[in-house]
């Protein structure tokens, strides 16, 4: 398994560096942003370690460039403590936030988590990836078509779109800024509320009681994901 770490205290990624390779893991490190984002669209991982605070260009908006390309797991790691920085980094594409200091073996653990999690979704969507499942939903992409416990439901252009988009990256949160850009286009004009509207008439048509949602969950301050 391949890791990379976009860290640029010398020390810090040393001492990471060699606990994950100790556990058996290959690691590359990138001291700035800049590089970091590099070497993650060219190289190939199964994991990236990001830090918030960096040169060049910072941990948010490296997440934000890799994971728009990326879908692999990334692992956030920083001394900023605060709820906004948290919320922010998992509304970015964050699968995890850890705050230094940590241990290093708390570290491995949670690669381990990340990797085997990913692996397992990675392996269900191999299996039949035209066709994504998830509990009683099931969304058929080639035909654009959706069923809840095989019953059909209509769903809308933009709605399909949304919900297709969600379940192949099942328990990632997404902001409404990234959903609205990743859906509508950059240059589409309107506001954020176009997402929450699409998602509760999405709820309307797949949950069986839309105020207490079993598949598309909010998190309050972050965004939405869809849960496994």
Known sequence: MNILLIEDEPLIAKLQK??????????????????GIRQALQGDYNLIILDIM???????????????????????VSARKED???ILALGLG?????????????LVARVKAHLSRYE????????????????GLRVDLPARRVFVNEKEV????????????????PNQV?????????????DSAGDLSTVTV???????????????????????????????
Request: aromatic share 10%; hydrophobic share 40%; net charge negative.
């Open 54 to 76: 960096l040169p060049v260009l910072d941990g948010f908006e490296a997440c934000r460039r890799i994971r728009a390309q990326k879908d692999i797991p990334i692992l956030f």
């Open 154 to 169: 209509n769903l809308k252009t933009k709605e399909f779109d949304l919900l297709a988009f969600m379940a192949a990256h």
């Open 84 to 86: 906004a920085d948290k």
């Open 120 to 135: 397992r979704l990675r392996g269900s969507r191999d299996q039949d990836a035209q066709d994504i499942r998830i509990g």
């Open 198 to 228: 699409h998602i509760r008439k999405i709820r309307e048509k797949i949950e069986a009681d839309p105020s207490d949602p079993k598949y598309i969950e909010t998190l309050w301050g972050a965004g939405y994901r869809l849960t496994v």
């Open 174 to 186: 997404f902001s409404k800024e990234h959903l609205f850009e990743r859906i509508w286009g950059l």
């Open 94 to 106: 964050g699968d995890d936030y850890m705050t230094k200091p940590f241990s290093p073996g708390e």
């Open 18 to 35: 060699d606990y994950l390779e100790i556990s058996g893991f290959a690691v590359d490190i990138a001291a700035d942003g800049d590089t």
